[in-house]
């Protein structure tokens, strides 16, 4: 393996942080006409449990997912001989076991942890993936490494601090979040507080915070989002709204993005579980360093800012009591964007995976009903950044702060976890 600083153009900042070691074990798997990897097949039936019937919306489907492929990889991974540190355990393996029988009951016995009330459901999707694996020693023993990295996956995120009390806390000062319309709904503050996968505190890269509301910046901020932003827009072009409205799809479209490449870039089954668990971990720590940041500073929302304008001291901010936003304002602080924390995330761990930014893909969105294409990671960062802003719901730095955030948990990781053994 050779060592070489990475520089990725991904929230304006080196993703390593330093000199970081490329993967150059990846290779395209030789086999194109091979059975469908496991790895994707579980990751769609997790689609299935998490969001089309659990309805986890994306803060809470990070837990989940990071969850399901963390016991994935260990499993996989254990079986493969350990080529790469495991995340939490390599049960006794040595190459003979069922790998599809192991990938199924990972991600089954997680699953039926995470939703008891979907088992009948899953177990019937359980059983068909057993099915298809002829009986004996090799798939009774893939089924006991399965199990065995479920287990512990399942007891790491014991009292993990999911679904916690805790709430955002309501200001009455220019500056501090109050619940927006139209549902002036809270939700999601214990996020913030819960234990992550990856990173040693959900704090570790804390920010200096959000512009004073007398600066330059602030001024700029404001009056870009209140200009593109407004739901009645005259700035904002068609593909603009269609790129947040995109971007703004609860069903994410990174999901299919993850399986697509997995698929056009032919991995093996050991190559897509450890991609998937690098970006799904990533993902939700950055989520969780989000979260936190979200509820240290309790930032006000464009909406709440534009239609309180008036009372900032800020001779330069005009105050808009009728505003609104093209798209809802989700239920919890500005600052920093959750989405580009989460997005910076993945496309830093997929840039990182695959050694390069040049990979195309695509995505689509009930929501808004197209597909966008992308060129690279870097291109799908950089949109998301702005669609925050073109749907009016995020001021740039929040989200430009959020992208940095991501790219730092993802350096974290790939200078601590997932490492090829030497």
Same mark, same amino acid.
């Given at each position: 393996m050779r060592r070489k600083a990475v &520089?990725?153009?991904?929230?304006?900042?080196?993703?390593?942080?330093? =000199?970081?070691?490329?993967d150059s074990s990846f290779a395209y798997a030789s086999d194109s006409r091979r059975p469908t990897n496991s790895v994707i097949v579980w990751d769609s039936n997790a689609q299935t449990a998490i &969001?089309?019937?659990?309805?986890?919306?994306?803060?809470?489907?990070?837990?989940?997912?990071?969850m399901v492929h963390g016991a994935i990889y260990d499993a996989v991974n254990?079986?493969?001989g350990a080529p790469y540190q495991p995340y939490l355990i390599a049960p006794s393996a040595n190459g003979t076991e069922s790998t599809n029988a192991a990938v199924a009951t990972a991600g089954f016995r997680v699953l039926d942890a995470l939703f008891p009330d979907q088992q009948v459901?899953?177990?019937?999707? +359980?059983?068909?993936?057993?099915?298809?694996?002829?009986?004996?020693?090799?798939?009774?023993?893939?089924?006991?490494?399965?199990?065995?990295?479920a287990s512990a996956m399942i007891a790491a995120r014991q009292n993990d601090g999911a679904f916690g009390s805790q709430s955002w806390t309501v200001g009455t000062r220019p500056g501090q979040w109050q619940p927006t319309p139209p549902a002036f709904a809270s939700d999601g503050a214990w996020v913030g507080y819960l234990k992550p996968f990856l990173i040693p505190s959900a704090s570790m890269f804390r920010t200096s915070g959000p512009p004073s509301l007398t600066s330059s910046? +602030?001024?700029?901020?404001?009056?870009?989002?209140?200009?593109?932003?407004?739901?009645?827009?005259? =700035?904002?072009?068609?593909?603009?709204?269609?790129a947040a409205i995109w971007w703004h799809d609860r069903h994410l479209v990174e999901w299919e993005i993850k399986r697509q490449l997995a698929t056009t870039q032919r991995l093996n089954t050991l190559q897509a579980a450890r991609m998937?668990?690098?970006?799904?971990?990533?993902?939700?720590?950055?989520?969780?360093?989000?979260?936190?940041?979200?509820?240290?500073?309790n930032f006000w929302r464009p909406v709440t800012a534009i239609q309180l304008a008036d009372t900032d001291g800020n001779p330069k901010t005009v105050a808009d009591p009728g505003w609104m936003p093209l798209l809802? =304002?989700?239920?919890?602080?500005?600052?920093?964007?959750?989405?580009?924390?989460?997005?910076?995330?993945?496309?830093?761990?997929l840039a990182y995976f695959f050694g390069r930014d040049d990979i195309s893909f695509s995505g689509y969105s009930a929501a808004s009903g197209t597909t966008r294409y992308f060129r690279g990671f870097s291109q799908a960062l950089a949109e998301v950044v702005n669609a925050r802003v073109w749907g009016g719901v995020h001021t740039r730095t929040a989200d430009e702060q959020g992208a940095k955030i991501g790219a730092q948990v993802t350096a974290y990781m790939v200078a601590h976890y997932f490492k090829p053994k030497r």
């Amino acid at each position: 393996m050779r060592r070489k600083a990475v &520089w990725l153009a991904i929230a304006g900042v080196v993703v390593a942080g330093s =000199t970081v070691e490329l993967d150059s074990s990846f290779a395209y798997a030789s086999d194109s006409r091979r059975p469908t990897n496991s790895v994707i097949v579980w990751d769609s039936n997790a689609q299935t449990a998490i &969001w089309d019937i659990a309805g986890q919306q994306p803060q809470v489907q990070a837990r989940s997912f990071a969850m399901v492929h963390g016991a994935i990889y260990d499993a996989v991974n254990a079986i493969a001989g350990a080529p790469y540190q495991p995340y939490l355990i390599a049960p006794s393996a040595n190459g003979t076991e069922s790998t599809n029988a192991a990938v199924a009951t990972a991600g089954f016995r997680v699953l039926d942890a995470l939703f008891p009330d979907q088992q009948v459901r899953l177990k019937a999707q +359980y059983d068909e993936s057993l099915a298809a694996i002829p009986d004996g020693t090799a798939k009774r023993r893939g089924i006991i490494v399965g199990t065995q990295t479920a287990s512990a996956m399942i007891a790491a995120r014991q009292n993990d601090g999911a679904f916690g009390s805790q709430s955002w806390t309501v200001g009455t000062r220019p500056g501090q979040w109050q619940p927006t319309p139209p549902a002036f709904a809270s939700d999601g503050a214990w996020v913030g507080y819960l234990k992550p996968f990856l990173i040693p505190s959900a704090s570790m890269f804390r920010t200096s915070g959000p512009p004073s509301l007398t600066s330059s910046r +602030y001024t700029r901020d404001f009056n870009e989002v209140k200009a593109i932003g407004s739901a009645t827009s005259t =700035t904002r072009t068609a593909d603009q709204t269609q790129a947040a409205i995109w971007w703004h799809d609860r069903h994410l479209v990174e999901w299919e993005i993850k399986r697509q490449l997995a698929t056009t870039q032919r991995l093996n089954t050991l190559q897509a579980a450890r991609m998937f668990a690098m970006v799904d971990l990533a993902e939700a720590d950055a989520t969780t360093a989000c979260y936190n940041e979200k509820g240290a500073w309790n930032f006000w929302r464009p909406v709440t800012a534009i239609q309180l304008a008036d009372t900032d001291g800020n001779p330069k901010t005009v105050a808009d009591p009728g505003w609104m936003p093209l798209l809802v =304002t989700p239920p919890h602080p500005d600052f920093t964007s959750g989405h580009t924390c989460f997005t910076a995330a993945s496309m830093s761990a997929l840039a990182y995976f695959f050694g390069r930014d040049d990979i195309s893909f695509s995505g689509y969105s009930a929501a808004s009903g197209t597909t966008r294409y992308f060129r690279g990671f870097s291109q799908a960062l950089a949109e998301v950044v702005n669609a925050r802003v073109w749907g009016g719901v995020h001021t740039r730095t929040a989200d430009e702060q959020g992208a940095k955030i991501g790219a730092q948990v993802t350096a974290y990781m790939v200078a601590h976890y997932f490492k090829p053994k030497r």
